[in-house]
């Protein structure tokens, strides 16, 4: 015999769509129930233990969780967009409470992150880049200034991984912590001398990019005299 309820009572959950809240009558469950047999054969009920949220507190259950996590991230959906859409299905969640969700299981996976940074530098070869991106309302920084999503891939070659990594700074000192661990293999960038100190440390190859390399011929290309000029292909 088993009795159970859902150990998240009031939550908000999401297909999507549609959008539906679970109740019960407005109080949390208090146990689960499960019957079992003792060491003589005889029934007697044991209190199972409650499944636990990912994020304590939260209002949404993990499904609606995981899709604003996978929507953002893969398939670049702005939370203003998430908010607009949830609300069109019939939920009401404020993209501020969205950021906090996505914040609060930033920090649940972060062992999971590690794991995969690790497992990058189990490779020989990385891929790296920082992309400029605009930040609003970041303390002590410029909304109009430049910040970057520091991004590499690697890991051994049927098991690769790309992590994304935000820092404010274009320094040195962001390629060499998140290198920090990968050594004697090859790092291939687009030639941004921020990279070289990470290759010298840890005794990496600096490899360069071939489309980077393309762009100094076209550009000599295109400083030539039109009768002198030779088609790139």
């Not at 390629?175 to 030639?191: A, H, K, S, V």
């Amino acid at each position: 015999m088993y009795f159970s309820e859902d150990p998240y009572a009031g939550i908000v959950s999401t297909g999507v769509p549609p959008v539906y809240t679970i109740q019960h009558g407005g109080k949390p469950p208090r146990f689960s129930l499960r019957s079992v047999k003792d060491e003589h054969g005889a029934s007697t009920f044991k209190l199972a233990e409650v499944m636990k949220h990912p994020i304590p507190k939260a209002m949404g259950s993990v499904n609606l969780i995981t899709y604003v996590i996978i929507s953002k991230y893969a398939d670049g959906l702005p939370l203003y967009r998430l908010e607009n859409i949830i609300k069109r299905y019939g939920g009401e969640i404020s993209r501020a409470t969205l950021a906090n969700w996505v914040i609060a299981l930033a920090k649940q996976v972060q062992p999971l992150i590690n794991l995969l940074r690790e497992h990058q530098h189990a490779g020989s070869l990385i891929m790296a880049d920082e992309t400029r991106i605009q930040v609003l309302k970041e303390p002590n920084y410029s909304p109009t200034g430049d910040k970057y999503m520091w991004v590499t891939l690697g890991g051994p070659p049927t098991q690769q991984s790309v992590l994304f990594d935000y820092d404010p700074s274009r320094s040195r000192d962001v390629p060499i912590r998140l290198l920090d661990g990968f050594e004697n293999g090859y790092l291939q960038t687009d030639g941004y001398a921020g990279y070289n100190e990470v290759c010298k440390t840890n005794n990496l190859t600096h490899l360069g990019c071939m489309d980077h390399a393309r762009r100094k011929f076209r550009d000599a290309q295109k400083a030539q005299p039109q009768s002198k000029k030779v088609k790139v292909k």
